[in-house]
């Protein structure tokens, strides 16, 4: 009767015919690992760890009456526990039969002790972190196991994802979309290795990440011990804020930091766990911190001389252009109200595409090598450019011959490649507050709508040329993205991938009221199917979230459909597939080289999606593609809409 109160009783098997005489097997009695063996016509209950490395003993076999562990050898009692000549053996517990069924009873678990982990994953969950896209693993399981507890009380939501680059890639694009970072979460080695990829797109994009990694035992770090990596030292240059937890950290204050440094330098930061520390108890008066009074307004206010030097150039300006930038998103009604003042069109950045519609009477498209001749045109003849949020990057080429003045919340990013004549510090809402007081009845500008609309007139009239090009080898991308035109839902969020998809979607996807997430100054293929994960974390069932892929970059994430899959994403997945690396052929030819190792052999991606359990269909000709795409947009779940194209057609 002392054994009933002290034990509670586990079902581990529903018929004992499961467990042969002579075997062993691993069994779970609520979270107790159990080795359940069948010898001599008895069941039997052992610890399953092996008490040398904790191997486990479920794994192993009984051989001349032994128990054997699997790791070093080591013999057991399979009855006892106790290894023949020695001392060391394993808790042995108390099994009973009822009805062919098999019972093992264990102690009732102590009520959970609040741990390290636990206070740092709270402290993530106030600053309002509760999106986390992983892989759970050996080296991170007591930080996996606070979250669980937070996400089974609704706190926060971890994606299980089938490659980390992908976690990190997804909590970019979160980033990217919101301004507030999500986490990537990785074990030690090559786990976290696998996220850098992603997370310096994240750096360089200037986009706010939280990676988390596991880590091996402090004790070995250093020693080449498996799977380790000194993560600190490796993270050095990608990550702003990069620390280990220590036994002694102040756990709660070390998070806030992590998250207030990428909220406020738009940048990655990087806390990685021993494995020791995770489980590690709390000492009694540490409790996680929230974010109340820990940020301050960033409503910065530009300095008068800049004002004044900006305002004298735009009251002398006839024909100013204003350039809009990724950096610049958060403010783009306030830009576009004052282009509207200006009389003045408005071009965006690749980055910042879609900031203002291709159907606004100022609206001039994309600038630079993805863009459109509208843009380069009111660029050239342009008398001031006024740059909002832009960093001046090759592929834009914003040119320095023209007068410029450039605002941006990032002193460091004014002036940052060439000397422009008015560098304007501030917060770009309030900026334009200042800017629109100081110049009310001093506009002297020309009215450049009619000229808007007329070069949009040309534009229109040579696309219309360029949809007849047809070929035997594929579907033309100008009539993929002309299609999309008339279809994608205006409230859409896109995410692009990179290559010559990306340069035909930024010259011919005319957007409405769509936003739209990129790999920028990394420009690294793969980015759009877990950027579309992160896109989804973000919306939810309230936006339609579309990826748009070349076959060479969809390759490189191509499980993560299963991924869409398993947690009911109902994302978009368009493949533009031409068989080849087709923008490096381009580059190859473009160098005077040979045409070298670009040619591709995929699978057929919409059966490939099938088999992953999303819909997915494939068209050949250029007659059955607006009723496929139609097909898919109304798939109320995961779709790939595979489209077979011409390299040459873009």
Avoid at 478 to 488: A, D, G, Q, R, S
């Amino acid at each position: 009767m002392e054994i009933s109160k002290k034990i509670i009783w586990y079902k581990v098997l529903s018929n004992k015919n499961e467990l042969p005489e002579g075997r062993v097997k691993t069994v779970t009695a609520n979270h107790k690992g159990i080795c359940l063996t069948h010898f001599k016509g008895k069941f039997s209950a052992l610890d399953n760890r092996c008490p040398h490395q904790g191997g486990p003993l479920g794994e192993g076999s009984i051989e001349n009456g032994l128990l054997r562990c699997p790791w070093h050898g080591w013999d057991f009692d399979p009855c006892t526990g106790n290894p023949p000549g020695y001392d060391d053996g394993v808790q042995t517990f108390p099994v009973k039969e009822e009805n062919d069924a098999i019972f093992v009873g264990v102690e009732k678990e102590v009520a959970h002790e609040t741990t390290v982990s636990d206070i740092m994953v709270e402290t993530m969950i106030n600053w309002g972190v509760t999106k986390v896209f992983g892989m759970v693993g050996h080296s991170n399981l007591g930080f996996a196991d606070a979250m669980r507890r937070q996400e089974e009380k609704g706190n926060l939501n971890f994606y299980g994802i089938r490659h980390e680059g992908a976690a990190a890639f997804a909590a970019s694009a979160y980033g990217k979309l919101t301004g507030k970072p999500a986490a990537c979460f990785s074990i030690a080695g090559p786990g976290a290795t696998n996220m850098y990829t992603g997370m310096w797109d994240a750096k360089v994009d200037r986009a706010p990440l939280l990676a988390l990694t596991g880590q091996v035992a402090t004790q070995v770090v250093g020693t080449g011990n498996f799977q380790e990596v000194d993560l600190v030292q490796g993270f050095s240059t990608v990550a702003q804020f990069n620390h280990r937890v220590q036994k002694d950290s102040k756990h709660a204050e070390l998070m806030s930091l992590a998250i207030k440094h990428a909220l406020l330098k738009r940048d990655v930061s990087h806390l990685t766990f021993p494995d020791e520390i995770q489980e590690q108890k709390v000492k009694p008066n540490e409790t996680a911190q929230t974010p109340k009074n820990r940020i301050t307004s960033l409503e910065i206010a530009p300095p008068i001389e800049a004002v004044n030097d900006a305002i004298r150039l735009i009251k002398n300006a006839k024909r100013p252009v204003i350039i809009l930038g990724h950096g610049a998103r958060e403010h783009k009604k306030s830009v576009v109200k004052f282009a509207e003042n200006l009389n003045a069109v408005v071009v965006t950045t690749f980055k910042g595409k879609g900031l203002i519609a291709d159907s606004h009477p100022l609206g001039g498209g994309v600038l630079g090598r993805s863009g459109t001749p509208i843009a380069s045109w009111f660029m050239n003849e342009a008398d001031l450019l006024i740059v909002f949020g832009a960093s001046f990057s090759n592929h834009t080429g914003i040119t320095p011959k023209k007068p410029i003045i450039q605002i941006d919340f990032d002193p460091l990013a004014l002036s940052k490649f060439h000397q422009v004549e008015v560098a304007v510090w501030g917060e770009i809402s309030r900026t334009l507050d200042i800017f629109n007081s100081e110049l009310k009845g001093h506009i002297n500008t020309i009215d450049q709508r009619p000229e808007n609309a007329e070069r949009w007139k040309i534009w229109k009239v040579e696309k219309a040329k360029r949809l007849l090009e047809t070929s035997d080898k594929g579907i033309s991308s100008i009539v993929v993205f002309e299609t999309m035109n008339k279809l994608t839902p205006e409230n859409a969020v896109m995410c692009v991938d990179v290559g010559n998809n990306a340069y035909s979607f930024g010259r011919y996807f005319e957007p409405t009221n769509q936003d739209f997430l990129m790999s920028g100054y990394l420009g690294s293929i793969g980015f759009a199917l877990p950027a579309a994960i992160g896109a989804w974390a973000a919306v939810g069932n309230s936006r339609p979230v579309i990826a748009v892929a070349g076959d060479g970059g969809v390759c490189q994430y191509l499980a993560e459909i299963t991924t869409l899959v398993k947690y009911n994403m109902p994302v978009k997945l368009i493949i533009l597939n031409n068989n080849e690396l087709g923008k490096i052929s381009k580059e190859q030819r473009a160098g005077q080289l040979d045409v070298w190792k670009t040619s591709l052999s995929n699978p057929n991606f919409a059966e490939f999606a099938r088999s992953c359990g999303a819909w997915g269909k494939r068209v050949e000709n250029q007659d059955d593609l607006e009723t496929a795409m139609k097909e898919l947009y109304k798939q109320p779940n995961a779709g790939v809409l595979e489209i077979m194209t011409d390299v040459n057609l873009i």
